[in-house]
């Protein structure tokens, strides 16, 4: 496995166990399990962030709520059928999961790095208050010729500069992961809440080609 493919997709959350283990999948007699952390930002609120754990990593029968752990890796995407749809679902991908005591450096609980290529053209728009936002879907290479699409959203001065990508174009995005709620119409009477998972960007630059 090429360890430069390895080093385009890292991730780092801290946070609390706030669930249990639920299962995903078995892949050649290794089962995998989802957990949710809550990781604090600056700022009064936290993110909820599922963590997808191999039963080779902890231990899946015993209750870790209320830990607080580092989980290193990668933050992965697969596509689950709905019905007709497929819908995205991203979580992060354990390789290491570091159990710690006592964690106060809030600036540390949530760091992402990707070098991914622009699959989507930019969406940019403004807010009411003439905030200026734009949207970027990443496509990550993974090893085996697999690919993950990852969704960023980026603001202000960066917003500005992603607007400009083509698709195809490739960059570096340096950011955290949140978790945002939103309401999904279901049918003409039927709404459900949903939340989505995204990287909230910080920096990000334009990778020129040789």
Request: aromatic share 12%; charged share 30%.
């Amino acid at each position: 496995m090429s360890e430069k493919v390895m080093d385009n997709n890292k991730v780092s959350v801290i946070g609390k166990v706030i669930s249990g283990f639920t299962f995903s999948h078995e892949v050649f007699g290794e089962g995998f399990y989802m957990v949710d952390l809550e990781v604090n930002r600056l700022s009064e609120q936290s993110d909820i962030i599922p963590v997808m754990v191999s039963e080779r990593l902890l231990d899946v029968e015993e209750n870790y709520i209320g830990c607080t752990v580092e989980a290193l890796g990668q933050f992965r995407s697969y596509n689950r059928h709905e019905g007709e749809k497929n819908r995205l679902v991203l979580s992060v991908f354990a390789r290491e999961i570091r159990f710690m005591e006592e964690f106060t450096d809030y600036t540390k609980t949530n760091q992402i790095y990707l070098d991914g290529y622009i699959c989507k053209e930019p969406i940019y728009r403004k807010t009411p208050l003439g905030r200026e936002i734009a949207d970027l879907l990443l496509a990550v290479n993974r090893p085996y010729g697999k690919s993950d699409y990852i969704p960023c959203i980026a603001w202000g001065r960066n917003a500005r500069y992603a607007s400009g990508f083509m698709v195809g174009s490739q960059i570096r995005v340096w950011g955290r992961v949140q978790s945002r709620e939103y309401t999904k119409k279901i049918s003409e009477t039927e709404c459900e809440k949903r939340i989505a998972y995204e990287v909230s960007v910080s920096k990000l630059e334009f990778v020129e080609q040789p």
